[in-house]
């Protein structure tokens, strides 16, 4: 069996004469966390939509577990939960009678199922009320509980925690590395929040302006290219003067949470070293060079 | 296909919507009943005399349920595709606009099944609103007028006896149950192409008000194009009550409005099956 579970294949979308997705093609493989990353309208939901046959590409295809979707949407779409953008539901239905109607479209679910997956998500005793008395928060977690429920080996989720507060967000990380580490789920997410994709993810993908920028595994990607960490010492101004007698770091500046010191990643041990060597104390050395510059960089063009 | 015939039965019939035209002819209906029994009635009565007593001696209980239940079903088609319109125009429009279809559309379900079972919904709460508002209309006016037979004055004066009505108002409501289907087949069409539910209800009424306005005005240019218009062929149902019954027009009548019906049906599958849901 191919390790490739979801592959596109120069996946393209023009509207009118606005070019959305340009001949994309990412690989996600077996197990995978995979990020997708892009600035507001680089193309993401686009594509996602794409993926999720919702959208129909103008050029190129995208095949699911091997199976094409433009040939065999109902093999390839058959092991993908997906929640695409803001979970929408039968707000005059309850969770209990949405998930039977949606999750049930395939297959006929339980009811004993259902309610497993609901507790799963902390919604089991709102099971009976209507979905539009639930709050943002809630729905997500509904969205979740319904993607479960069918057992998908790849799940696709379009900023998964938007709108949440942080212990939402932080249980939805906690349910996607379960997903991942557990169940040995695929999970393909989007993501504007390029500090949440760091913590979770595995590979990543850059897309800007519609085509490729980057792909790869996100410790590699981080690795690539100077560094940067912030020194806090008890003397921060004799320490910037003898940063500056040294050769090894490529710059260093004093700001107000401490100092921002420039060098190779392989140095920072070194640097921590040399300053207790100096007889300074070292309070902390915190890494600065966090996807967020990564694609910052990226995208500003500052980093190939 | 019959779990998602289910599926959609919940959701539409558990929306208060679906109900609204239950409740408006559940409360208008009566009220005209008991206006009528209240009075009305004779104003009826002196209508109907004037028209008939130097030719004919009237006897028996003439302005009975039957005549009533055939005199509203006469009033009331046009008003019907109004509610009709309220179901049909959200069945797609109002996935879309709530962005149910990113979930509905993102399992191992063609869209052609989704559209079907949709369609098949539609036709359904159809025919229990015209089964409906006839079963109430003959069922309150035989209640509060009593039975008889049934005095028709449609191109010369014809009286069905009693014993036959049943038969012939049984498929006067088929033949008007397929005319409203043809309405809400309109009405979902135009439900597929917008996620707006309430463009589909204004552009199916104003295509029935301009329908009835060519097919009513004595213009020779209107009269080349009444045969194109399905409202032209709505009046099926009232052909039962003719004598002898005009089974070869009524066929014609039933095939045009199922080919338009099919017609409908078959765009909204096909734009369906090829629009990009962006909502």
Known sequence: MSDIVLRTIDLTKRYASR??????????????????????????????????????????????????LAKARHRALDKVGA????????????????????????????????????????????????????????????????????????????????????????????????????????????????????????????????????????????????????????????ALHFLGTQEVYRSASI??????????????????????????????????????TYFLNLIEGREA | MLHLIRFELIKTFTRWRTYIGFIAFGIIVPLVVAGLKLGGQHSFERHLLSLLQNDFVIGGNVLNGWFFGFFFMGALWVHIPIVLTIVAGDQIAGEGNAGTFRFLLTHAVSRTRIIAVKFIVTLIYTAVMVLFIGGLTLGLSLAAFGSGDLLIIRRGILVIPEAQLPYHFLMAYGLATLAMFVVS????????????????????????????????????LFQAIRPYLFVHYFDAWQKVFDDPIPWGAIRTNVAVLTGFMAAFYLAAMVHFAGKDILS
């Open chain 1, 19 to 68: 070019l959305a997705v340009d001949h994309l093609n990412i690989e996600v493989r077996r197990g995978d966390i995979f990020g997708f990353l892009g600035p507001n309208g680089a193309g993401k939901s686009t594509a996602i939509r794409m993926i999720l046959h919702l959208v129909f590409p103008t050029e190129g295809d995208v095949e699911i577990f091997g199976a094409s």
């Open chain 1, 83 to 238: 929640v695409v953008e803001k979970p929408a539901f039968y707000g005059h239905l309850s969770a209990l009678r949405n998930l039977e109607i949606l999750g049930g479209l395939q297959k006929p679910v339980t009811r004993k199922r259902i309610m497993e997956n609901l507790e799963r998500v902390g919604l089991a005793d709102r099971a009976g009320d209507p979905v539009k008395t639930y709050s943002h928060g809630m729905n997500q977690r509904l969205g979740l509980a319904l993607i479960l429920l069918n057992d998908p080996q790849l799940v696709i989720l379009d900023e998964p925690t938007t709108g949440l507060d942080p212990q939402g967000m932080k249980e939805v990380r906690e349910l996607i590395l379960e997903l991942s580490r557990e169940r040995g789920v695929t999970v393909f997410l989007s993501s504007h929040l390029l500090y949440e994709v760091e913590l979770i993810a595995t590979q990543m993908a850059i897309i800007h302006q519609g085509r490729l920028r980057v792909e790869g595994s996100v410790r590699e990607l981080l690795k690539k290219g100077p560094s940067s960490v912030l020194l806090k010492t008890d003397r921060p101004d004799e």
């Open chain 1, 255 to 292: 700001h107000s949470d401490g100092i921002h010191v420039e060098l190779d990643q392989e140095k920072i041990p070194e640097l921590n070293r040399q300053m207790v060597g100096a007889g300074f104390n070292v309070n902390a050395l915190v890494p600065r060079r966090t996807l967020e």
């Open chain 2, 185 to 220: 087949s309109l009405c979902f069409l135009f439900s597929s192409l917008t996620d707006n539910s309430i463009g589909p209800i204004i552009a199916t009424m104003a295509v029935i008000i301009v329908s009835i306005i060519i097919i009513s005005l004595p213009f020779e």
